[in-house]
């Protein structure tokens, strides 16, 4: 569900026409809807009513800090996988008991600073991580909250680009080893253990291969246990998917998800954490573009928008698909015609589909990338030095940019000329 409906005839975020907002913004832009962003964020709470957990929200997905604030003062937590992601969650009002640290990659200076401003665990990827946490830990006199993330070698059944818990997969420790890994983290002075992490894929739409894996998970906890460990807190990860398509069957819902938490893990008596990002800003967010020119090819139409494959670039990157709706509605039953819908970035690859069956549409008319709230701004990047597009946040009836649009001046300023040039 999301709050994008049509208002006599125009496409709306909650009461906001977002020819309303393309007016006074321009376009391209992000758009997105704090009333989606807090229904997905609730649907998630009453999943796992049934225990303790903490929902920490991926920032990857959407990192804004005007979202985070909104997330974060509804009690959520935060999945970070860089300091720059610690510094805005921080900036947000999340204070370091609620963010978990992810990633394989994490510096000794990232180490030190989430230590310094609090943390609530690292999610620990290899032992070379290990024994340099616990190094940086000890020089400060402290010890590491820490769950080493187990890679349980199941298929997640998704895009190969966003599969994490395969064993060819560069993330986390293979279970086979886990035990000894435990035993390891257990004799160094500056890592406290106190649970299991596990994250499998993003954009799941089935819910086997979680159970596949939470399976494995309860009975490594039981292991772990019997070795002496403190396992206290399961972080089962994240990556439920959303429905890109509304022709397609959606994917099952976070209260079923939840189900399969609890049958899997329930009877442990373990904190839960989860990490969804894409299940709660996905659908919150649109991406509004205009057309530029309709191009007359040799064997096709081609619809030419002003927002192009550096705003989002999802179809250009996996093939992904987002539904295009104009804004202005057609009328039931109007004729369509067939379009490759492309941007103005100077690479083939800049398309967002091909032969997309849209009303008759001419240049200045406004469309909207559905489904857009989570990998869209935050992959975007200034590629033909075409400046990063702004979002917007709507409330009910009123919006407000929460990143602008960089003038040129802006973006030139940036760099600077040697002396000897």
């Not at 690292?122 to 590491?144: D, G, I, K, Y």
């Not at 033909?384 to 709507?394: A, D, G, H, M, Q």
């Amino acid at each position: 569900m999301d709050h994008f409906t049509y208002r006599a005839g125009v496409l709306c975020a909650e009461e906001v026409p977002l020819s309303l907002i393309a007016a006074d913004v321009g376009t391209p832009v992000y758009v997105y809807s704090t009333a989606t962003l807090t229904r997905h964020f609730k649907v998630f709470q009453e999943a796992l009513s049934w225990t303790d957990h903490l929902i920490c929200y991926a920032v990857k997905a959407n990192s804004n800090i005007a979202v985070l604030k909104l997330l974060g003062d509804l009690g959520a937590g935060m999945d970070v996988v860089s300091i720059g992601e610690y510094a805005r969650a921080r900036a947000a009002g999340v204070p370091g008991e609620r963010i978990v640290f992810s990633g394989v990659g994490k510096t000794r200076e990232e180490m030190r600073l989430a230590l310094e401003g609090g943390i609530r665990q690292f999610n620990v990827e290899s032992e070379p991580e290990l024994l340099a946490l616990s190094e940086v830990a000890t020089s400060l006199n402290l010890r590491a909250p820490v769950a080493l993330r187990v890679n349980p070698d199941v298929d997640a059944k998704t895009h190969e680009k966003i599969a994490t818990g395969k064993s060819e997969n560069k993330f986390g420790i293979p279970i086979a080893r886990a035990r000894e890994v435990y035993a390891g983290a257990a004799a160094l002075s500056g890592i406290e253990i106190c649970g299991i992490d596990m994250h499998i894929g993003s954009q799941l739409t089935d819910l086997d291969p979680y159970r596949q894996a939470y399976a494995k998970m309860a009975t490594l906890t039981r292991a772990l246990r019997d070795d002496g460990h403190d396992i206290r807190r399961l972080d089962m990860g994240g990556g439920l998917g959303i429905p890109y398509r509304r022709d397609n069957n959606a994917p099952p819902l976070p209260i079923e998800y939840g189900q399969v938490i609890r049958e899997a893990v329930g009877d442990l008596g373990c904190e839960i954490d989860i990490e969804p990002g894409r299940n709660i800003a996905g659908n919150s967010g649109v991406l509004l573009s205009s057309v530029i020119y309709v191009k007359r090819g040799g064997d096709r139409d081609f619809l030419i928008l002003d927002a192009a494959m550096n705003d989002l670039i999802r179809p250009a990157m996996y093939g992904a698909h987002h539904d295009l709706v104009p804004v202005i509605e057609a009328a039931p039953g109007a004729d369509r015609a067939a379009y490759d819908v492309v941007g103005p970035v100077c690479e083939t690859g800049d398309i967002f589909e091909k032969g997309a069956a849209l009303p008759p549409l001419g240049p200045g008319q406004l469309v909207a990338f559905r489904s857009a709230g989570a990998y869209g701004a935050v992959m975007a990047s200034e590629y033909n030095t075409r400046p990063l597009i702004p979002e917007v946040l709507v409330h009910g009836d009123q919006f407000a940019v929460i990143r602008p649009r960089p003038s040129l001046e802006e973006i030139l300023a940036r760099e600077a000329l040697p002396e000897w040039l």
